[in-house]
């Protein structure tokens, strides 16, 4: 019964989370589309161009790729320094985002909230960079300065959202993310990314933890 259980869960690694994955993202697009045209309206008139932004990502297997989001930042915004990386990884104690961040605009916070601002990561996943359903990708500056145990959460593609999505998002510290991360990595099946999605519908709609 192990050795069955094992084979399902490496087919749908190998097979099937693809096809959720592409069906997935096909599917989304087609219902927000009328969405995405209001936004990208606001967003012209408000804060001007451009729409996008796009960011260096570290995926599967330490592959860089480009992520795609809805510019939620002022132009000018500057990056936040990271901390001094200890030399067996980044601090579990360490939070990477705060609630009040001042570079952030009045439209790119609702954004945020309602995680609208995701939604062009659907063409990453069509595209493979991504899945549905994963560890949020981190930028390498991050992801270079994993120790081994931390860099396990590179073994799968990325994802849109995942177990620390639905645990806490911004507001748990990166030592909690990576225990979340883990255990998907560890325990990933169908059942889990569908039970997954349907939380997330759930936290996006009562705007937990998002900032």
């Not at 009045?106 to 945020?112: E, P, T, Y």
């Not at 270079?144 to 645990?167: F, S």
Request: charged share 20%; hydrophobic share 45%.
């Amino acid at each position: 019964m192990h050795g069955q259980s094992a084979q399902a869960i490496n087919f749908y690694s190998q097979y099937g989370k693809r096809i959720f994955d592409i069906a997935g993202a096909l599917l989304l697009l087609f219902i927000t589309i009328p969405l995405m045209l209001v936004v990208f309206l606001i967003l012209l008139v408000k804060t001007g161009r451009p729409v996008f932004f796009k960011q260096i990502r570290t995926g599967q297997n330490h592959q860089r790729f480009v992520i795609w989001k809805l510019r939620t930042m002022t132009i000018q915004a500057i990056p936040v320094k990271m901390p001094t990386m200890c030399a067996d990884g980044i601090p579990d104690d360490y939070f990477f985002k705060t609630e009040q961040d001042a570079r952030i605009t009045k439209v790119g916070a609702i954004l945020r909230k309602l995680s609208i601002d995701e939604i062009p990561q659907l063409i990453n996943v069509l595209k493979g960079d991504m899945s549905m359903v994963g560890p949020r990708p981190e930028v390498p500056t991050i992801t270079n300065a994993y120790n081994p145990i931390q860099a396990r959460r590179l073994e799968v593609k990325p994802g849109i959202t995942g177990l620390a999505q639905i645990n806490g998002r911004s507001t748990i510290s990166h030592g909690q993310k990576i225990l979340y991360d883990l255990e998907y990595v560890d325990h990933h099946s169908f059942w889990m990314d569908f039970k997954i999605i349907i939380k997330t519908l759930y936290v996006v709609l009562a705007r937990t933890g998002a900032y």
